[in-house]
């Protein structure tokens, strides 16, 4: 079992970057892939990025890639996710996210952290 908290939110203006931080307590943080996931407003929670165990394969969504890059430091029991370029779309609540299986299914993750508010304006 892993408990998950977000941090990093905030206001920005388009084109500026943020950086998010997904801090883990419990066993085997290691053990678990790790995603990100976002809800807008009025929207279903839709796929952001996830990376593996050893941080050695990631997976972007089309509309973040080449903006966004996902990272996790297992020693410090953290993943990030480094967001460049942002858009008035990327507004949401970000969540983070962990599973025993490599996947960009949200059904897929057991664990997830409580949310942190991203609001981007245009």
């Known amino acids: 079992q892993v408990q998950l908290v977000e941090s990093g939110g905030g206001l920005v203006q388009a084109g500026d970057s943020l950086r998010l931080t997904c801090a883990a307590s419990g066993r085997s943080f290691s053990s678990y892939h790790l995603g990100w996931f976002r809800q807008a407003r009025g929207k279903e929670r839709e796929f952001v990025a996830t990376?593996?165990?050893?941080?050695?394969?990631?997976v972007y969504a089309d509309s973040v890639q080449g903006r966004f890059t996902v990272s996790r430091d297992n020693d410090k029991n953290t993943m990030y996710l480094q967001m460049n370029s942002l858009k008035f779309e990327d507004a949401a609540v970000y969540y983070c996210?962990?599973?025993?299986?490599?996947?960009?299914?949200?059904?897929?993750?057991?664990?997830w952290g409580q949310g942190t508010q991203v609001t981007v304006s245009s």
């Open positions: 996210a962990a599973a025993d299986s490599f996947s960009t299914w949200a059904r897929k993750y057991a664990y």
């Open positions: 990376i593996n165990w050893n941080g050695g394969s990631a």
